[in-house]
């Protein structure tokens, strides 16, 4: 942080706590990983995917479903679960013409609870 002269705020001490700071230094994830999780989070940036991903956290659906649950075109639901597919939180599976989506695995339903349980706390 700046302070009002411009220049960079500094703590008195350098290093004051030198064993924590190696510590969580040496357990730091590599720049690329911590932007790809940075990367998944912004997917849940958005109302209608999460809204997606709240239906299908429920059931297995087709995007006809989810449209008309959502009350969207089947259009942008379809752009939504572009998105979530190419991020790896959802699945899908043919049936004849048809196709159903689902929840890729556990983590995402575990995201989805958890993220529930803190904004009803």
Request: one cysteine or more; aromatic letters at 8%.
């Amino acid at each position: 942080m700046e302070d009002k002269s411009g220049e960079l705020e500094r703590c008195e001490y350098i290093h004051a706590h030198e064993d924590i700071v190696e510590r969580v230094n040496s357990s730091m994830p590599d720049e690329e990983i911590l932007y790809d999780l940075a990367e998944l989070f912004k997917i849940f940036g958005d109302s209608t995917r999460i809204k997606i991903l709240y239906v299908l956290f429920e059931a297995e659906m087709c995007v006809c479903d989810i449209a008309q649950l959502l009350n969207m075109t089947q259009s942008a639901i379809s752009h939504q679960l572009r998105a979530l597919k190419q991020s790896k939180l959802v699945k899908y599976r043919r049936e004849g013409k048809t196709v159903f989506y689902s929840l890729a695995d556990g983590h995402v339903r575990t995201i989805l609870g958890q993220g529930m349980e803190h904004v009803a706390e």
